[in-house]
């Protein structure tokens, strides 16, 4: 029985290190492809092609930035979703440069941690969602805030929102499906078995209410708690 015991912990132990080296190794791809991205933008011509170039550069780095999460971590089963964030938040801050220096970033998350299919989703209606804020939703204004949070909404169900103090967005704009940001939002928001809205008002706020299909694993959070914004930087 010792010996089936010692076996067991042993095969369990090469699992992980397995696990490690992939989520190591889809990274390094991942990583490798925005940099493919970001030296092909450093050479367009053209300020909207360059855009382009900086948008799937980023959702890129969303996705790169859940492997890297999971390969630092103890945990291969959870995403730690509030670390995530805020290394996203700052990932795109960065790609922006100095148009995003006046921005004020507040990250929240007193969520669970995020199963990777689940995290992966959410990482890039985030993504989506900062990258308008900071495309629209600040134009005229010499400062403004962004808010990003994940939330329970009640026992069963978490509840993602992004906000700002900006301008606010046009139900026209909201209606388009000529746009591949919003097509992203509704195709991973569909992925999430959730419901998106958007409100208008002293700025824009996009909410995506899901179930939470799974359970937290030790050491990550796995219920509702008060906590305080982080600031990104």
Not at 91 to 115: C, H, K, M, N, T
Not at 133 to 151: D, H, M, N, V
Not at 166 to 181: C, N, R
Not at 184 to 197: C, F, K, P, Y
Request: hydrophobic residues 40%.
């Amino acid at each position: 029985a010792k010996g089936s015991a010692t076996r067991l912990q042993q095969e369990v132990k090469v699992k992980d290190l397995l696990l490690h080296e992939i989520h190591h190794r889809v990274k390094n791809n991942l990583q490798l492809v925005s940099s493919l991205l970001y030296l092909q933008g450093e050479r367009a011509d053209g300020d909207e092609i360059s855009r382009v170039l900086r948008e799937s550069r980023n959702r890129v780095q969303a996705m790169a930035l859940v492997h890297e999460t999971l390969y630092s971590s103890d945990n291969l089963g959870l995403v730690d979703f509030e670390g995530y964030l805020e290394r996203l938040t700052a990932a795109i801050r960065s790609s922006f440069g100095g148009e995003s220096d006046a921005i004020e970033f507040q990250v929240d998350s007193a969520g669970p941690g995020l199963e990777i299919e689940t995290a992966l989703s959410c990482g890039l209606i985030v993504c989506e969602l900062v990258t308008n804020a900071l495309k629209y939703a600040f134009e005229g204004q010499e400062t403004g805030c962004l808010r990003i949070s994940l939330s329970f909404s009640d026992d069963d169900y978490l509840c993602l929102e992004v906000s700002d103090d900006g301008i606010g967005i046009s139900d026209g704009a909201l209606q388009s499906d000529q746009t591949l940001g919003l097509t992203l939002i509704r195709t991973m928001t569909n992925q999430l078995d959730g419901e998106l809205a958007f409100e208008n008002g002293g700025g824009t706020t996009a909410r995506v209410v899901f179930p939470l299909n799974q359970l937290p694993a030790p050491g990550l959070k796995a219920g509702p708690a008060a906590q305080t914004p982080a600031t990104a930087t």
